[in-house]
């Protein structure tokens, strides 16, 4: 889980973009679930459950907004 959360943390910005893409985001979906697992986040990781599940069809494009403005996806950690 650790080395999955680095692995995201450490790849460069164009592969994070591109690692945000339809079908592609549940990597991103599941690294706010390993992040909330690893903080003992209870809310974080129903939450990050509850995307896995239903899958916000518009979290794709806010995560590349903020990897494009800010580097890091957007969480409650």
């Known amino acids: 889980m650790k080395k999955f959360i680095n692995w ?3 790849n460069s910005k ?5 690692l ?3 079908l592609l985001d549940i990597l991103w979906v599941v690294y706010r679930l390993f992040k909330s697992l690893e903080k003992k986040n209870t809310i974080g990781v129903v939450f990050a ?21 800010k580097d890091e996806v957007l969480w409650i950690d």
Not at 14 to 18: G, P, R, S, T, Y
């Open 8 to 10: 995201m943390d450490g």
């Open 14 to 18: 164009v592969l994070k973009v591109v």
């Open 20 to 22: 945000a893409i339809p």
């Open 49 to 69: 459950v509850v995307l896995i599940i239903v899958g916000i069809p518009f979290l794709w494009l806010v995560d590349i907004i903020t990897l494009v403005l």
